[in-house]
């Protein structure tokens, strides 16, 4: 079965804060996106990556960076964490094009 | 740009109704996927299927069944003889490679089901 683990489940920070969110995957996709969900507002895709050191764009990118320095390991930065961050952020991993994502848990970060 | 709406936000059943939940998509890519996701009140996504462009044909999966039409731009889902584990929010999604040129999933806002007993 596919794997895809985020570091935490539930994560408090202040505003101004730089944060962390890890997510790996142990089925050696290509692809890794992470998601912010909020309610009444569905999924929506910050950034992409389809291989190792490549990234793209989202459509909500601002405020955010990511790093993917090996194929299993996709990270979300927040330079300088707002309270318009807080919210629900999903990590997912694909084979590759047009498959079925595999989401993580999710991280809730709140964001005070 | 592509675009997903699930036009019910709430559907309350109760338990063995039958209930289908709607999904319209738009695309101005011929070759596209869609999908459905459940996402229990634990909150991890779970696929549920897939299905391409080119293959309309409708698909059952144990009390799931899933009604693709490209005429309406539609894909349904119909669960019959709803259970309690059921509830959870639906999501559907379309992929495509309108972003960038790499398939990405753009979803709907999702649909809450909730089957009391």
């Known amino acids: 079965d596919v794997k895809v683990t985020q570091s935490s489940r539930y994560l408090v920070k202040r505003t101004g804060e730089k944060v962390f969110l890890e997510c790996v995957q142990d089925m050696d996709h290509e692809n890794m996106f992470w998601y912010r969900q909020d309610p009444g507002l569905g999924l929506r895709l910050i950034y992409f990556?389809?291989?190792?050191?490549?990234?793209e764009k989202g459509d909500i990118p601002e405020g955010y960076s990511v790093s993917r320095e090996k194929k299993e390991r996709f990270s979300l930065i927040l330079e300088s964490a707002s309270t318009n961050q807080t919210s629900m952020y999903l990590c997912?991993?694909?084979?590759?094009?047009?498959?079925?994502?595999?989401f993580g848990p999710g991280t809730r970060l709140t964001v005070t | 740009a592509q675009k997903v709406t699930q036009a019910q936000t709430e559907i309350s059943v109760v338990e063995k109704e039958d209930v289908t939940l709607d999904c319209v998509y738009e695309?101005?890519?011929?070759?596209?996927?869609l999908f459905w996701y459940k996402q229990p009140p634990s909150g991890e996504l779970v696929f549920l299927i897939r299905r391409n462009s080119f293959d309309e044909q409708n698909e059952i999966s144990g009390r799931y069944s899933w009604n693709f039409q490209k005429s309406t731009s539609s894909f349904n889902f119909t669960i019959t003889a709803s259970q309690v584990v059921d509830s959870a929010v639906y999501f559907c999604?379309?992929?495509?490679?309108?972003?960038?040129?790499?398939?990405?999933?753009?979803f709907g806002k999702g649909t809450m089901l909730l089957v009391s007993p």
């Open positions: 997912a991993s694909t084979p590759g094009q047009y498959y079925e994502q595999y």
């Open positions: 990556s389809y291989d190792v050191k490549m990234k």
């Open positions: 695309t101005r890519d011929t070759t596209y996927y």
């Open positions: 999604a379309l992929s495509d490679s309108m972003n960038s040129g790499y398939s990405t999933l753009t």
